[in-house]
């Protein structure tokens, strides 16, 4: 037996304390105070995850709570038929069963499927020509000025060559030119290294899609077939959305989250 299994080792033995089940009552009752100190003593992003995090679980246990304080389900009384005709305003009152709590149960499915949906930032800054391009000046007495020089990291694909001199009006720069990305799946809490294959869509701009600019918000396609995902019907999965966190031509690296 591994040696970090000692503590396994001895409740198999030995069993639990005499007072395991108060010890672990206390601790979830001391629980609050512990996620109080830590929210208050958090800062910057990891502060902002947690408090993220901290309000999406309390939303939830609020509609939980709300869920089970709302009616049961009234159904039709099936006891003795009146007798006499019935007035055509109560005839469909009998035949109608409220099912509040079911219906309400339906509603808040159909929202966590469409915030399933929902990128991790969804408003980011646009970014302007002037900050994503510089002005390249050519010709033998440097007059000319069409050409520009791409500022921030992008993508290119596969087999990609450039155009003649002559031709080409968008030098995007080999140290700018990004492969692989740090994408960070939301379920597994981990960050896996995966090729990029694709510039889905930049926001600022659908000329930097087509150039393969990668800035802050956009969506990557990046093959996941190592992380061995695989749809309903068995089939592996190749390819993902991901979008872009940080800002890359800052940090030397693309960081993003997987849209899942």
């Known amino acids: 037996m591994p040696q970090n299994e000692h503590m396994d080792l001895a409740r198999k033995r030995y069993g639990l304390r005499l007072d395991h089940a108060e010890r672990m009552r206390k601790k979830k009752a001391r629980e ?3 996620q109080s100190k830590k ?23 609020k509609k939980t709570i709300k869920a089970h304080e709302e009616k049961k389900t009234r159904q039709k009384d099936e006891g003795k038929t009146p007798e006499g005709a019935l007035p055509a305003y109560l005839l469909d009152r009998e035949s109608t069963s409220q099912a509040k709590l079911l219906s309400s149960m339906v509603k808040q499915k159909r929202k966590e499927k469409a915030g399933k949906w929902d990128v991790p930032l ?12 510089r002005v390249m000046k050519t010709g033998k007495s440097g007059r000319k000025g069409w050409k520009r020089l791409v500022t921030k990291v992008c993508y290119v694909g596969e087999g ?28 597994l809490k981990a960050t896996f290294c995966l090729p990029i294959t694709g510039v889905k869509k930049n926001p600022s701009s659908p000329m930097y899609t087509s150039l393969g600019v990668i800035t802050k918000g956009t969506i990557i ?3 996941v077939s190592e992380l061995g995902l695989v749809t309903q019907g068995g089939k592996v999965v190749w390819g993902k959305y991901a979008q872009v966190t940080n800002n890359p031509e800052n940090d030397g690296c693309i960081n993003a989250i997987l849209l899942v």
């Open 122 to 133: 969804p408003k980011v800054r646009a970014q302007s020509e002037a900050e994503v391009f």
């Open 221 to 223: 396609e990046v093959n």
């Open 39 to 61: 929210a208050q003593k958090l800062t910057g992003i990891k502060g902002k995850l947690f408090s993220k995090r901290r309000y999406s679980e309390k939303v939830q246990l």
């Open 160 to 187: 990609f060559t450039r155009k003649p001199p002559k031709y080409e009006r968008f030098v995007r720069p080999m140290a700018l030119r990004f492969k692989k990305a740090h994408v960070t799946h939301p379920e």
């Open 32 to 34: 609050h105070k512990l």
